[in-house]
């Protein structure tokens, strides 16, 4: 639970404490509490994408299937599909990153 609760919060995996995040889109290089090293390496964050793409299709699949049942046709669920996965950029990129940092920590604890 205490994990749950720092990946909600953008917490760091490790204390639970430091905010991963210093702005909107701008990570903090380390923890302000612990110290742990958030980028452990050059590319470290490719493997968020796919949590990234999950996160995307949990948020776009009940869209589009409400949308096939009210009747509407391709293009306004696809237009619909854009407008919201544009708004809700900031949030995936986000919880994919934090999402990887706190399954990797589990993995290989540093």
């Known amino acids: 639970m205490k ?3 720092a990946i909600i919060r953008l917490r760091c995996p490790r204390c639970a404490a430091g905010p991963i995040f210093a702005r909107l889109l701008r990570m903090n290089p380390r923890c302000p509490v612990c110290g742990l090293e958030f980028e452990r390496e050059q590319g470290y964050f490719v493997g968020a994408m796919y949590f990234s793409y999950a996160l995307a299709l949990a948020e776009v699949l009940p ?3 409400a949308m096939l049942l009210l009747g509407f046709g391709a293009a306004p669920i696809y237009i619909a599909c854009c407008l919201v996965l544009v ?5 995936l990129f ?16 540093r």
Do not use: E, G, T
């Open 94 to 109: 986000r919880y994919s990153r934090v999402i990887w940092i706190h399954l990797d920590q589990v993995i290989d604890p």
């Open 87 to 91: 708004v809700s950029a900031p949030f």
């Open 63 to 65: 869209l589009i299937v």
């Open 3 to 5: 994990k749950l609760c």
